[in-house]
């Protein structure tokens, strides 16, 4: 549900139900006004709820305040005791676009800000032996593809100098704390989280297990020949240093390609 709060500012409310059965749907989750949250409890449902919000801020007509924010449990007393328990599970996004920086034309800017707790997307189902409900399909996360246990910062510089020519650079720089096989620190989640399956109940934080940092570099220039042909041009550099031996590398890519009335390809993670 989306609405303007005034001339530049739109807000959003917006929430979904993962099913955890291998067969059957409550007819009550069609219901447009009440929250599935409420209609899980009053259910004794085994299914995951998650609710959120977003907004978007137009400032001055040349910069964009966007942002977001994720609940898929929480529990207040144990926020404010400040154990680190495992099931206050949240994500959020704050992200600012600038346009025609420093009143140049066609030069934009974007920086961006995400971060996901432990264990978020994933739950445990009593309705099914050793599975989990999670925030995915097809074997795919809805969400971010590095899953949950992570922070991440972006910045994006665009450039048109002449007509037909555009120029994109981007920089993420991402630390998460990755899994081991058979034990998840809240990165996997595809991994059955519950107080019985994780290592710890409390003492749990931001990017806890093998901390994996990855920067990656990104240059692409993109020519317009005829309408909707374009030759792009493209370097890409990543690095990844982890306390996890296996999962420390360096790459780099270097591409050339045509494309016709399809958009590009991106490897962003």
Not at 66 to 90: S, V
Not at 111 to 121: A, D, K
């Amino acid at each position: 549900m989306n609405f303007a709060v005034s001339k530049n500012l739109d807000l959003g409310l917006f929430e979904g139900v993962i099913l955890s059965r291998n067969k059957g749907f409550e007819l009550q989750y069609l219901n447009p006004i009440i929250f599935y949250r409420a209609i899980e409890q009053s259910l004794g449902s085994p299914d995951n709820a998650v609710v959120g919000a977003d907004f978007k801020l137009n400032v001055a007509r040349t910069a964009q305040l966007y942002g977001q924010f994720l609940l898929d449990e929480f529990n207040f007393g144990e926020i404010t005791a400040n154990k680190g328990w495992w099931g206050n599970k949240l994500g959020a996004q704050l992200g600012l676009k600038y346009i025609d920086a420093f009143k140049i034309k066609n030069l934009d800017l974007q920086g961006e800000f995400n971060m996901v707790m432990p264990y978020t997307y994933t739950h445990r189902s009593p309705a099914i032996t050793d599975s989990a409900a999670n925030y995915t399909h097809y074997n795919q996360s809805m969400a971010h593809p590095l899953g949950a246990n992570f922070r991440e910062i972006i910045f994006v510089i665009r450039y048109q100098p002449i007509k037909r020519l555009n120029t994109q650079f981007k920089w993420f720089n991402t630390a998460r704390g990755a899994d081991t096989t058979g034990q998840s620190w809240g990165s996997d989640i595809f991994f059955p989280a519950s107080a019985n399956t994780i290592p710890k109940e409390y003492g749990n934080s931001m990017m806890q297990g093998y901390r994996t940092e990855v920067n990656l570099f990104e240059l692409r220039c993109s020519y317009m020949l005829y309408h909707n042909l374009f030759i792009d041009l493209h370097g890409t550099y990543r690095k990844s240093v982890s306390e996890l031996s296996s999962l420390n590398n360096s790459e780099v890519y270097i591409g050339a390609g045509v494309r016709l009335n399809i958009a590009r390809r991106e490897n962003e993670f």
